[in-house]
């Protein structure tokens, strides 16, 4: 473990240098012979996308192929941009964490026009026809939002009264981890929604939102925090004490990503609890571009493992932790 630990944190050094150089990605190959994989990333700047990028970049290593990076910036419209541009390249498979889900299917046709197969990572699309893209490797976004809601309702005595911070507005995983969180609104009597709103998946937001919502309405107004993801539950939880309340006491908080400052956080009694979404998917992804570049039939969906830390598991999975 020690030593994939250190091969995973030199690749995400690599890494930086790469993104630092290539800006949005107009790298070229230099080994002609070389396959190319051309990632239309969404963002470089959270320690969960630089995960997901060291993963692939060490199966692309491992594999000799070229991983031709893209870094958007949480923008679709460079997204699109980098898709040309690889079309134009004429890059052997794409890879795109689609930033929202809606607004894809032309970009994807010409893809398919020019024969290059596409396969989404993370985040999903809504395309009319789905044969534009050949498979999706991600996490169930749906199942995040059951699993958060379940384990609130499995941790707090009677009616848990629920305030939601939202991550961005369009994305596959903000629309799962509300659905998913809903249904089982729907379904368990011990949990209510108490309040919902558009955190964006930027800590700053999320804190604002949480600092504003308990001062207006008192720290017996909600019991648990829901944050989509932990960058917004973290920060939510060093911001609290600032509005005069205590995370853990006032209030429960519940992350989603598992990441390594999310655990410590429940292990230091400031979160409740994540639900993990890993973004270490390199060795999935790349199985399927083999299959995909030998001409084999791949799975539509592939779904990468999740499960629920809480006090009692947090502390162990810390060293193992990538992200
Ligand atoms: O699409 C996955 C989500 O996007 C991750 O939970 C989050 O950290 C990122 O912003």
Known sequence: MKNSLVTF???IMALFAVTACEGT???ADTDPDRLVVGFAAIEMGSDWRKAQVASMQNEADRRGMELRLSDAEGSQDFQLTALRRFIAQQVDVIVLAPVVEAGWDIVLEDARRAGIPVILVDRTVNVEDPGLYVSAVGSDFHEEGRLA???IAGNVEGVARVLEIRGSAGASATTGRREGFAEMVEELDELELAHSDAGNFSGEEAANIAQTYLTANGADSVDVIYAHNDGMAVAVANALPEAGFTPGEDVLIVGVDGSRVALQAIVDGHLAATVESNPVVGPQLF???DAVLAGEEVERRIIVDTSVFDS?????AIPGRMY
């Not at 009692?312 to 162990?316: L, W």
Request: hydrophobic content about 45%; glycine content about 12%; charged content about 20%.
């Open 9 to 11: 944190f030199a690749s």
């Open 25 to 27: 990605g107009t790298g």
């Open 312 to 316: 009692s598991n947090a502390a162990e």
């Open 287 to 289: 199985e399927v571009i």
């Open 149 to 151: 809601a379940r384990w």
